[in-house]
């Protein structure tokens, strides 16, 4: 299998398509051949982001809480607006009741 990683060993791609002969030409100091890997891609936890490292020709799997993104600039603004128009159809109800019970209908 190849297998590319990063200064920290963590796997960052992986190719079990290619034979070792067609891998050759890829094979560099940040891509491996490691021959009888096997990759467990079911290993997962929820909420977390699953890295995985090569430690001593074996696969190292870590579980990383995932961060919350944070709210983007549209974000914002959505919210506001939805906000906004949530205010301004409470107000109308308001308005209609208080108009409804000065006429005495309720």
Do not use: H
């Not at 190719?15 to 990759?39: G, H, M, R, S």
């Not at 929820?46 to 799997?61: R, V």
């Not at 870590?62 to 107000?91: G, N, Y």
Request: aromatic letters at 8%; proline letters at 3%.
């Amino acid at each position: 299998m190849l297998v590319y990683l990063n200064e920290d060993k963590e796997i960052i791609a992986y190719n079990c398509v290619l034979t070792k002969e067609e891998a050759v030409e890829f094979v560099n100091d940040n891509c491996i051949w490691v021959d009888n890997l096997k990759i467990d891609e079911t290993k997962n936890k929820d909420g977390c982001d699953t890295k995985m490292y090569l430690i001593d020709g074996e696969i190292i799997y870590k579980f990383v809480p995932m961060e919350i993104p944070k709210p983007t600039q549209l974000d914002r603004i959505e919210e506001a607006i939805s906000r906004t128009q949530e205010e301004i159809k409470q107000e109308a109800i308001d308005n209609y009741t208080i108009q409804l019970i000065e006429e005495g209908l309720i």
